[in-house]
């Protein structure tokens, strides 16, 4: 029988469940259908961990806490390594899709700086990264390999007035990155500012609505 460690973050294709178990920093996987071995993709062992790109086994995560489909690759949050990493299950190498040292920055692959990020969401060819520590939502290209931030623009009125400027140059609002033309249909959620409190925004430029607390 397989045993888990601390599951966090799922994707599914319609065939095979994917998620990460923080504890083993590993990528893992189970027919969708419930009928089927687990299969580890990536990570040896307990409280295993390291920050090293490869195939399958060879690389090594530390602490992964997201997963998301997108364009038939599979995209991680390598969340105390503080990078976005990318495995192609056809060849099984694992990459860096983007993240260098901790901190914020926007730009191109190994000049971003994420802090710990967390939750991730595909849609439209773009990936949406919860990052964490900086208190964001970031926008990842797999295009062109380019990480902007996404917009908010009422982060004051939702939070009741008190929204607070961002640290060492993180904005408050923040400004949206090219290449997205997501339609105003498109909405995601967010559950960071403030805190008990959630909205959803749209994947444009746009008002975060309340819904609850």
Do not use: C
Request: hydrophobic residues 35%; aromatic residues 6%.
């Amino acid at each position: 029988m397989a045993t888990l460690a601390q599951p966090s973050g799922l994707a599914i294709d319609g065939e095979t469940l994917y998620w990460v178990d923080p504890e083993s920093s590993a990528l893992r996987r189970v027919p969708a259908g419930g009928d089927g071995d687990v299969e580890t993709l990536v990570g040896t062992g307990l409280f295993d961990y390291g920050d090293r790109d490869g195939r399958g086994k060879q690389a090594q995560l530390q602490h992964p806490q997201g997963v998301a489909l997108l364009d038939d690759a599979l995209y991680v949050a390598d969340t105390y390594n503080h990078r976005i990493r990318v495995y192609e299950p056809i060849s099984k190498e694992v990459g860096t899709a983007a993240g260098s040292e901790r901190g914020w920055s926007d730009g191109v692959a190994g000049t971003v700086k994420f802090d710990e990020p967390g939750g991730l969401s595909g849609a439209g060819g773009l990936l949406y990264i919860a990052d964490t520590n900086n208190h964001l939502v970031r926008v990842y290209n797999p295009a062109d390999g380019s990480v902007s931030t996404l917009t908010l623009t009422n982060l004051s009125a939702i939070a009741g007035g008190d929204a607070r400027a961002g640290d060492e140059g993180r904005p408050s609002v923040a400004a949206r990155g090219a290449g997205s033309d997501q339609s105003a249909g498109d909405h995601f959620r967010s559950s960071g500012v403030p805190p008990q409190r959630f909205g959803a925004f749209e994947a444009g430029p746009g008002d975060i609505e309340r819904l609850g607390g």
